[in-house]
Protein backbone atom coordinates (compact mmCIF):
# COMPACT_ATOMS: atom_id res chain seq x y z
CA UNK A 1 0.00 0.00 0.00
CA UNK A 2 1.15 3.77 -0.89
CA UNK A 3 -0.83 6.40 1.21
CA UNK A 4 -2.66 8.63 -0.60
CA UNK A 5 -3.13 10.86 2.23
CA UNK A 6 0.81 12.17 1.96
CA UNK A 7 -0.49 15.46 1.02
CA UNK A 8 -4.68 16.81 0.61
CA UNK A 9 -5.55 15.51 -2.28
CA UNK A 10 -8.27 16.63 -5.15
CA UNK A 11 -11.81 14.68 -5.54
CA UNK A 12 -14.52 16.67 -8.45
CA UNK A 13 -15.65 16.44 -11.80
CA UNK A 14 -13.62 19.31 -13.42
CA UNK A 15 -9.99 20.47 -13.38
CA UNK A 16 -9.01 23.47 -14.50
CA UNK A 17 -5.21 23.27 -14.89
CA UNK A 18 -3.19 25.93 -14.56
CA UNK A 19 -1.34 28.55 -17.02
CA UNK A 20 0.14 26.23 -19.71
CA UNK A 21 -1.24 23.28 -18.84
CA UNK A 22 -3.97 21.82 -20.30
CA UNK A 23 -7.57 22.21 -19.38
CA UNK A 24 -9.40 18.75 -18.79
CA UNK A 25 -12.01 17.21 -16.54
CA UNK A 26 -11.95 14.35 -14.75
CA UNK A 27 -13.99 11.37 -15.50
CA UNK A 28 -16.87 10.25 -13.57
CA UNK A 29 -16.61 6.95 -13.91
CA UNK A 30 -13.44 5.11 -14.90
CA UNK A 31 -14.71 1.15 -15.56
CA UNK A 32 -11.71 -1.16 -14.55
CA UNK A 33 -11.86 -5.28 -15.41
CA UNK A 34 -14.74 -7.60 -13.19
CA UNK A 35 -16.82 -5.06 -12.43
CA UNK A 36 -14.77 -3.25 -10.64
CA UNK A 37 -14.74 0.76 -11.13
CA UNK A 38 -13.08 4.32 -10.06
CA UNK A 39 -15.04 7.09 -9.39
CA UNK A 40 -14.56 10.59 -7.40
CA UNK A 41 -15.18 10.34 -3.43
CA UNK A 42 -18.07 12.30 -2.67
CA UNK A 43 -19.23 13.66 1.02
CA UNK A 44 -21.82 10.67 1.30
CA UNK A 45 -18.70 7.83 1.11
CA UNK A 46 -17.71 8.99 4.72
CA UNK A 47 -19.25 6.73 6.50
CA UNK A 48 -18.40 3.53 4.55
CA UNK A 49 -14.74 4.68 4.19
CA UNK A 50 -14.83 5.00 8.13
CA UNK A 51 -16.32 1.23 8.20
CA UNK A 52 -13.61 -0.07 5.51
CA UNK A 53 -10.88 1.67 7.24
CA UNK A 54 -11.87 0.37 11.04
CA UNK A 55 -12.35 -3.26 9.86
CA UNK A 56 -8.38 -2.86 8.32
CA UNK A 57 -7.13 -0.58 10.68
CA UNK A 58 -4.72 -2.94 12.07
CA UNK A 59 -3.99 -4.39 8.63
CA UNK A 60 -3.27 -0.47 7.16
CA UNK A 61 -1.41 0.90 10.41
CA UNK A 62 1.15 -1.55 9.51
CA UNK A 63 1.92 0.16 6.50
CA UNK A 64 0.31 3.88 6.34
CA UNK A 65 0.77 6.02 9.38
CA UNK A 66 -2.50 7.57 9.13
CA UNK A 67 -4.62 4.54 9.79
CA UNK A 68 -3.49 4.09 13.38
CA UNK A 69 -4.75 7.68 13.91
CA UNK A 70 -7.71 7.79 12.21
CA UNK A 71 -10.87 9.34 15.00
CA UNK A 72 -13.78 8.79 13.16
CA UNK A 73 -16.15 9.66 10.22
CA UNK A 74 -15.49 13.17 10.73
CA UNK A 75 -12.46 12.38 9.82
CA UNK A 76 -12.99 11.27 6.77
CA UNK A 77 -15.15 13.43 5.80
CA UNK A 78 -12.45 16.24 6.36
CA UNK A 79 -10.68 14.77 4.12
CA UNK A 80 -13.07 14.64 1.88
CA UNK A 81 -14.34 18.20 2.34
CA UNK A 82 -10.25 19.04 1.86
CA UNK A 83 -9.84 17.45 -1.56
CA UNK A 84 -12.35 20.27 -2.76
CA UNK A 85 -9.52 22.81 -2.07
CA UNK A 86 -6.40 21.10 -3.92
CA UNK A 87 -9.21 20.10 -7.07
CA UNK A 88 -8.97 24.03 -6.82
CA UNK A 89 -5.14 24.06 -7.06
CA UNK A 90 -4.98 21.89 -9.92
CA UNK A 91 -2.71 19.38 -7.80
CA UNK A 92 -4.78 15.96 -8.80
CA UNK A 93 -7.44 13.90 -7.78
CA UNK A 94 -8.56 10.63 -5.33
CA UNK A 95 -10.75 8.26 -6.31
CA UNK A 96 -12.92 5.70 -4.60
CA UNK A 97 -12.61 1.98 -6.02
CA UNK A 98 -15.70 0.09 -6.36
CA UNK A 99 -16.69 -3.30 -6.63
CA UNK A 100 -20.09 -2.99 -7.59
CA UNK A 101 -21.66 -0.47 -5.10
CA UNK A 102 -18.96 -0.80 -2.11
CA UNK A 103 -16.23 1.17 -1.30
CA UNK A 104 -13.24 -1.16 -1.35
CA UNK A 105 -10.45 1.27 -1.55
CA UNK A 106 -8.85 4.36 -2.66
CA UNK A 107 -6.26 5.30 -5.39
CA UNK A 108 -5.35 9.21 -6.00
CA UNK A 109 -2.59 11.61 -7.24
CA UNK A 110 -0.65 12.84 -4.35
CA UNK A 111 -0.17 15.70 -6.08
CA UNK A 112 0.81 17.37 -9.84
CA UNK A 113 4.55 18.74 -10.34
CA UNK A 114 3.61 20.51 -13.26
CA UNK A 115 6.64 22.39 -14.22
CA UNK A 116 8.62 19.02 -14.14
CA UNK A 117 5.67 17.49 -15.89
CA UNK A 118 5.26 14.50 -13.09
CA UNK A 119 3.36 13.10 -10.42
CA UNK A 120 3.17 10.25 -8.03
CA UNK A 121 0.66 7.53 -7.28
CA UNK A 122 -1.10 6.34 -3.95
CA UNK A 123 -3.51 3.48 -3.16
CA UNK A 124 -4.63 1.04 -0.72
CA UNK A 125 -7.75 -1.76 -0.54
CA UNK A 126 -8.98 -3.68 2.06
CA UNK A 127 -7.74 -6.74 2.62
CA UNK A 128 -10.54 -9.20 1.36
CA UNK A 129 -10.32 -7.70 -2.55
CA UNK A 130 -6.14 -8.26 -1.97
CA UNK A 131 -4.69 -10.23 -4.35
CA UNK A 132 -7.26 -9.92 -7.59
CA UNK A 133 -5.52 -7.37 -9.49
CA UNK A 134 -7.70 -4.16 -8.46
CA UNK A 135 -4.95 -2.29 -7.42
CA UNK A 136 -2.89 -2.96 -10.47
CA UNK A 137 -6.02 -2.11 -12.80
CA UNK A 138 -6.48 0.75 -10.83
CA UNK A 139 -3.10 2.07 -11.56
CA UNK A 140 -2.77 1.57 -14.93
CA UNK A 141 -5.75 3.50 -15.62
CA UNK A 142 -3.93 6.10 -13.64
CA UNK A 143 -1.30 6.07 -15.04
CA UNK A 144 -2.32 6.04 -18.69
CA UNK A 145 -4.72 9.50 -17.86
CA UNK A 146 -1.13 11.21 -16.34
CA UNK A 147 0.14 10.26 -19.63
CA UNK A 148 -2.91 10.44 -21.56
CA UNK A 149 -4.79 13.36 -20.66
CA UNK A 150 -2.37 15.42 -18.53
CA UNK A 151 0.79 14.80 -21.19
CA UNK A 152 2.95 14.20 -18.15
CA UNK A 153 6.38 13.29 -18.12
CA UNK A 154 7.08 11.26 -15.15
CA UNK A 155 4.94 8.96 -12.58
CA UNK A 156 6.36 7.12 -9.52
CA UNK A 157 5.14 4.93 -6.81
CA UNK A 158 6.85 4.61 -2.87
CA UNK A 159 6.32 1.78 -0.85
CA UNK A 160 7.81 0.71 1.93
CA UNK A 161 10.59 -1.56 2.10
CA UNK A 162 9.33 -5.16 3.12
CA UNK A 163 5.65 -4.32 1.44
CA UNK A 164 5.86 -6.83 -0.67
CA UNK A 165 2.12 -6.80 -2.09
CA UNK A 166 2.38 -3.12 -2.71
CA UNK A 167 5.97 -3.06 -4.65
CA UNK A 168 4.48 -6.17 -7.08
CA UNK A 169 1.75 -3.52 -7.99
CA UNK A 170 4.55 -0.76 -10.23
CA UNK A 171 6.92 -3.57 -11.02
CA UNK A 172 4.13 -6.06 -12.60
CA UNK A 173 3.05 -2.80 -14.41
CA UNK A 174 6.80 -2.00 -15.53
CA UNK A 175 7.95 0.31 -13.60
CA UNK A 176 11.73 1.18 -12.97
CA UNK A 177 12.85 0.61 -9.27
CA UNK A 178 15.20 3.55 -8.69
CA UNK A 179 16.39 2.47 -5.44
CA UNK A 180 15.82 3.54 -1.62
CA UNK A 181 14.79 6.47 -0.02
CA UNK A 182 16.04 6.07 3.59
CA UNK A 183 14.06 6.97 6.74
CA UNK A 184 11.70 8.74 4.54
CA UNK A 185 8.38 8.37 6.21
CA UNK A 186 7.50 8.85 9.72
CA UNK A 187 5.31 5.71 11.48
CA UNK A 188 5.05 7.00 15.12
CA UNK A 189 8.62 7.29 16.70
CA UNK A 190 10.24 5.52 14.13
CA UNK A 191 10.61 5.57 10.39
CA UNK A 192 10.61 3.35 7.36
CA UNK A 193 12.68 3.53 4.02
CA UNK A 194 10.81 3.74 0.81
CA UNK A 195 11.62 2.23 -2.09
CA UNK A 196 11.07 3.88 -5.41
CA UNK A 197 9.58 3.09 -8.83
CA UNK A 198 8.94 5.26 -11.92
CA UNK A 199 7.46 5.51 -15.14
CA UNK A 200 8.22 7.77 -17.86
CA UNK A 201 5.87 8.24 -20.87
CA UNK A 202 8.22 7.26 -23.43
CA UNK A 203 8.08 3.96 -21.33
CA UNK A 204 3.99 3.48 -21.03
CA UNK A 205 2.83 0.95 -22.75
CA UNK A 206 -0.37 2.02 -22.31
Known amino acids: M ?8 AIGRTLVLRAGARLSSIEPR ?18 PLFRLVQANRAYL ?8 G ?22 GFQ ?12 IGFHRVDWVNRATSIGYWIGA ?4 RGIVTEAVRALTSYAFDVWKLN ?9 NGRSAAIPLRLGFV ?7 SERHGDSFKDLAVYSMLAADWPG
Open 177 to 183: EEGVARQ
Open 61 to 68: AEWLPWAA
Open 2 to 9: CSPRETNV
Open 30 to 47: IDLPNGVHLRPLEEADAE
Open 128 to 131: ANQG
Open 95 to 106: SAILGGDEIVGV
Open 154 to 162: RVEIRAATG
Open 70 to 91: ESGVETHLEFIRASEQQLADDN
